[in-house]
């Protein structure tokens, strides 16, 4: 298995334009989770989805951020508008409850550098 | 609420010396418990967990953890460490009111030199 794929791997924007970022979980996977990296914060769990539906968006931190999960193959999350504060590294994370769903497969993440 | 708490920032050791990662939690109820392991650039990889019996986990690359309820801690350990053992090591919970979701500590940096 290719494991969890993120999309772009590097992302470099100007303030106030739209960002998507993309997600393929491992198949088979029932879980899925957007995590935010930064320095300063630490992991945070932004969202996650159990068999494509949203479970817990606590983590979100404003309107500005959404995500979808159309199918079991792919996910994205979106800012917009995009702020230099966003500026973080996004990883997205599935399982599956057979092997517990705390189990995370983590994707190598998507670099974001909002200017 | 449940959290975990890791002391120390950054972790240094020589190759072939133990290694101890420090990880204290705080819970209602009986906890579970995970070890993350992040290498430069990457994203975090699972390396071991507690949900019951053995105090004492094994898990990946020779690192086991050991769950000491009284002291409400889950001390990572490697007997011998590496010099690619260097990376941030994450300790999480469980979270009761939401499965699935992960509390993760601020991370230990552990710096193995030759």
């Known amino acids: 298995d290719a494991g969890v794929i993120q999309s772009p791997r590097h992302e470099v924007t100007e303030m106030g334009q739209e960002v998507t970022l993309r997600c393929k979980p491992i198949?088979?996977?029932?879980?899925l989770f957007w995590y935010r990296q930064t320095m300063m914060r630490g992991l945070e769990l932004l969202i996650y989805f159990n068999n494509n539906v949203p479970i817990d968006d606590s983590g979100m931190p404003e309107d500005r951020f959404s995500a979808k999960m159309p199918n079991a193959s792919f996910s994205t999350l979106k800012i917009q508008p995009s702020e230099p504060r966003d500026s973080a590294v996004y990883f997205c994370?599935?399982?599956?409850?057979?092997?517990?769903?705390?189990?995370?497969?983590f994707g190598p993440g998507t670099r974001l550098l909002v200017l | 609420a449940q959290s975990v708490a890791q002391p120390e920032d950054q972790v240094n050791v020589a190759e072939g010396n133990p290694l101890t990662v420090k990880c204290t939690y705080s819970?209602?109820?009986?906890?579970?418990l995970f070890w993350y392991v992040q290498y430069p650039n990457r994203g975090l990889q699972f390396l071991l967990k507690y949900i019951t019996g053995d105090n004492l986990v094994k898990g990946s690359y020779g690192f086991e953890a050991e769950f000491n309820k009284s002291q409400t801690s889950f001390h990572l350990k490697k007997p011998s460490a590496l010099v690619s053992d260097s990376a941030l090591y994450f300790c999480?919970?469980?979270?009761?009111?939401?499965?699935?979701?992960?509390?993760f500590g601020a991370g230990t940096q552990v710096v193995v030199t030759p």
């Open positions: 198949s088979g996977h029932d879980y």
């Open positions: 999480a919970v469980r979270d009761l009111d939401s499965w699935g979701k992960l509390q």
């Open positions: 994370a599935s399982s599956f409850l057979g092997q517990g769903r705390e189990t995370q497969y």
């Open positions: 819970v209602s109820g009986n906890p579970y």
